[in-house]
């Protein structure tokens, strides 16, 4: 499907010519990326066929903003459990070649729904390398499809540029739990008496788009919870698909964009049943409501876009005598690992001991900073760097321009577990993280984004 809707396509003809070189212009458009075939799907190992049917659209989503000295950012929000380097790669080369945008100017995140479909070679042992031929090739064919469908919306967002007020505000939803910390079957009572364990973060960061008249026209919010609410074979915005719709109902003609927070050890509880997407859809859309209706500071005209990869350093690497050993495992997806790796390891002559791992930094107005954060990012991460930052000020999206992994704070990753470490099989990384991964990230963030 095709169909492109756009927002603030007329913007323009509405406000007065005066305005163009005083302050912010902005454009957003939206286009449908539900694949056309059933192809294989995204996010659970225990998958053993193709989607089968369609609950609801999946969409790409653009926001571009333009400041008053011509400094251009475009933020593109995908429906999409994550994108891996390579494809981030093609999206960045092609909008440069098109638009002539840098690095620093593009924004790739990812709502991590786990019921869209896989995209390239993200979670390549889980998905691809774990599939049959065929369902490669669909695959292969569905990441071209939307490769072009990414470069037609951005460009659709740049030509809507048009004059603008943004504002900024932040509130509050209760719905995502540390998973680490707690049983999900225990939630219900432990919510009730206030005895809930864990680090969240619960806040939800807003961004608002009017026209001089006031008139919403995109509103770009974040929350940091996996997008876990469903399982099944159908093709699923879960909860953030839901917000999205329900506030581009509440305010028609405005475009809706969902970011993902630092949720990689927090969960949407209870879940597992369509009616709970809806409601925590319907949950986060009043909150950022709430927010939209209380008094926003408005942002003067200034956008600083900065982007860094750092060579995030791996434990000792795998020899090829253990990656043969794995290549034997009972496990499926080990084996799918170690057989990546050795082809790897027989064309290159050897493992990389890091990995270039992508830190972007915008800064809006001279209020907002705008961290995003590849992979997927544990609560520690966002709640450090509010503290060491502006704190509500400081937004933190994880899952952001290339998902390779699980990154866990230095608590986490001490402590083990699926988040800790045993979550790299299924992506690919041929070892864990080194111990000062927190400080390496977050030492960059301060670095780049430099207050």
Request: aromatic share 8%.
């Amino acid at each position: 499907m095709h169909r492109l809707l756009f927002a603030l396509v007329v913007f323009a003809a509405l406000l007065p010519s005066v305005h163009a070189e005083s302050g912010w212009k902005a454009g957003a458009a939206s286009v449908v990326i539900t694949p056309d075939d059933f192809l294989w799907m995204a996010g659970y190992g225990a998958r053993t066929a193709p989607a089968a049917n369609k609950r609801t659209e999946l969409f790409a989503k653009a926001l571009a903003l333009e400041d008053a000295e011509g400094n251009l950012g475009v933020i593109l929000t995908l429906d999409l459990i994550g994108i891996d380097r390579e494809f981030a790669g093609k999206v960045t080369a092609k909008l440069k070649e098109s638009y002539g945008l840098t690095r620093p100017q593009i924004a790739l995140c990812t709502s991590h729904t786990h019921s869209g479909p896989v995209v390239g070679r993200n979670l390549g042992p889980l998905h691809y390398y774990s599939v049959d031929e065929e369902q490669q090739k669909k695959i292969d064919a569905y990441a071209e499809v939307l490769l072009g469908k990414i470069h037609s919306v951005t460009g659709f967002a740049i030509a809507a540029l048009a004059p603008a007020r943004l504002q900024s505000g932040s509130g509050k939803c209760t719905f995502a739990v540390n998973r680490r910390e707690n049983t999900e079957k225990e939630v219900p009572a432990l919510r009730g008496k206030g005895l809930l364990k864990g680090p969240s973060d619960h806040d939800v960061p807003v961004l608002s788009v009017r026209s001089e008249d006031g008139d919403l026209r995109a509103v770009l919010f974040g929350y940091a919870c996996h997008a876990t609410v469903l399982g099944g074979q159908e093709w699923n915005g879960d909860y953030p698909g839901y917000a999205q719709a329900a506030l581009e109902k509440q305010y028609p003609g405005a475009i809706a964009l969902f970011w993902a927070g630092c949720g990689g050890d927090q969960n949407p509880v209870p879940r597992r049943e369509i009616t709970l997407a809806e409601q925590y859809g319907a949950e986060l859309a009043a909150r950022v409501g709430d927010v939209l209706k209380a008094t926003m500071p408005e942002l003067s005209p200034r956008l600083e876009t900065r982007y860094r990869e750092i060579a995030a350093p791996l434990d000792p690497l795998p020899t090829l005598s253990q990656l043969q050993e794995n290549a034997t495992s009972h496990n499926r997806f080990e084996v799918a690992r170690a057989k990546f790796l050795i082809r790897k390891l027989e064309k290159k002559g050897a493992l990389e001991g890091s990995y270039p791992y992508p830190i972007g930094v915008w800064n809006l107005g001279d209020t907002i900073d705008f961290v995003f954060l590849g992979g997927e990012v544990v609560v520690d991460f966002a709640l450090r760097l509010k503290k060491e930052r502006r704190g509500t000020s400081t937004w933190v999206a994880g899952y952001s321009n290339d998902v390779m992994a699980y990154i866990p704070s230095r608590r986490v990753l001490d402590e083990g577990g699926y988040e800790g470490g045993g979550s790299h099989v299924y992506y690919g990384l041929p070892s864990l993280w080194a111990p000062s991964i927190e400080e390496d990230i977050v030492k960059a963030v301060h670095e780049i984004g430099k207050k």
